[in-house]
Structures are given as structure tokens and as C-alpha cells.
């Protein structure tokens, strides 16, 4: 299995429609055919000193091995989400594991 985990933290002025868009197209990314699990999500409201809360949102994909990420990297819904929503990032981490 690989590992797929992307953090963004949107600009400041994101408008609450722009959030909601930018989660519905994210969500399109599970018709990728490689794509084994997805799961989108918020920081959660836990209090400790090594928990980062600062995104605004996360994603996690599970792949069934590299060459499925390598599909995911070039399918048509990962770069049109990436063409409509990258003006909107103001910072992304990505970490990836097998």
C-alpha cells in the first residue's frame, strides 16, 4: 500500500463557498480508479502540543501500490482540481508512505 496524505492551508480570504467547492471537488478525486480509500477532513478539536491545527483541510488516500499514485498524479479530476483551486492555497505538505 502507499500512503497519500496532503495538508492545505487556503489563503485568508477564502470565502466559506469557496471552501465548500473546494471540498466538493476534492471528493471527486475518489472516481480515480486507483484510488483504494479517501477520506477528507478538518483538524480536529484536540488540544495538544504535538498536534498540528493550523490546515484547513486534510486529505488521505490509500493507493494499492506506487504505480497506483502514478495514475492518480496525471488523471484528468487530480489536475483539473489542481487547475481550478491552486490560486487558493497558501501552503501544502505532502507526505507520502509506503
Do not use: N
Request: charged share 25%; proline share 2%; glycine share 2%.
Amino acid at each position: 500500500m502507499l500512503a497519500h496524505h496532503v495538508l492545505f492551508w487556503l489563503k485568508a480570504d477564502t470565502t466559506e463557498e469557496q471552501k465548500v467547492a473546494f471540498r466538493k471537488s476534492l471528493e471527486t478525486l475518489k472516481d480515480v480508479e486507483s484510488v483504494k480509500t479517501l477520506h477528507i477532513g478538518t483538524p480536529a478539536p484536540i488540544e495538544r502540543a504535538v498536534v498540528d491545527i493550523t490546515y484547513t483541510f486534510s486529505l488521505s488516500i490509500l493507493f494499492e501500490d506506487l504505480a497506483g499514485h502514478d495514475v492518480y498524479q496525471v488523471h484528468h479530476l487530480h489536475t483539473a482540481f489542481l487547475d481550478e483551486f491552486r490560486s487558493l492555497f497558501e501552503k501544502v505538505i505532502i507526505y507520502d508512505s509506503q
